[in-house]
């Protein structure tokens, strides 16, 4: 099993350039999420799903969009590139079980640069 | 606002020394807490959980305390190796929703 996903691993943007970040998971968990981490500074969540067709706005929604059409996909939407979204971006999902304190589980992150 | 305050600074421990690491809490009342492990360049890997009416919990040479008086979590690393090397983050979640709440992390380096 490969678990949590994440292309590409690296990008260089210019300002007011959109792409996608892919997340991809065969874990078949009903929760994920999308996280940036910047230098020194915790987790911040931007957008999360508890399921296929659920999404949500986190801490740090503006500047993003995403989609949940299935349940192993959950991709990140840049529209318009800003240095301020010069960050390691994470997706990490989590299983639904008879404990809503499960583990989430991460990919390996994609660090993009917007110059 | 909710916060989270880890030690900032790096942790430099000698190697089979005890490395203990501090995560402080304000303006919540969280049901349970965990612990993750981040090495450079990857994703941060689950650690330990602990509940608000724990008040320790052991695996294998890691053990995380829990004082809900005061706010506070310890993680303990015993007989610490240069391989536990690496920036641990504590995270708080609540028990009726589906978020974590994140520190920082501590920079921990074992030396040999």
């Known amino acids: 099993n490969a678990g949590v996903t994440q292309t590409p691993k690296f990008r260089i943007l210019k300002i007011g350039q959109s792409m996608t970040l892919q997340c991809a998971q065969d874990?078949?968990?009903?929760?994920m999420y999308w996280y940036r981490q910047d230098p020194g500074m915790g987790l911040k969540l931007i957008y999360y799903s508890v399921g296929a067709g659920i999404t949500d706005k986190g801490e740090v929604p503006n500047g993003y969009n995403v989609s949940r059409s299935t349940t192993e996909d959950f991709p990140l939407r840049l529209e318009l590139a800003a240095p301020s979204q010069t960050s390691v971006y994470f997706c990490?999902?989590?299983?639904?079980?008879?404990?809503?304190?499960?583990?989430?589980?991460f990919g390996p992150g994609t660090r993009l640069t917007v110059l | 606002s909710q916060k989270i305050e880890q030690n900032s600074e790096a942790l430099n421990i000698q190697e089979g020394k005890t490395a203990t690491l501090t995560c402080n809490y304000t303006n919540y009342s969280p049901a349970y807490l965990q612990w993750y492990r981040q090495d450079p360049g990857r994703g941060p890997v689950f650690l330990l959980l602990i509940r608000e009416n724990e008040k320790e919990k052991r695996k294998e040479r890691l053990k995380v305390t829990f004082d809900t008086t005061l706010k506070q979590s310890l993680f303990h690393i015993t007989a610490s190796q240069p391989a536990d090397s690496a920036t641990y983050l504590c995270a708080l979640g609540g028990d009726s929703n589906y978020q974590l709440i994140w520190g920082a992390g501590t920079k921990l380096i074992i030396k040999p």
């Open positions: 990490a999902t989590r299983g639904y079980g008879a404990s809503s304190y499960n583990e989430q589980f």
């Open positions: 874990m078949n968990h009903n929760y």
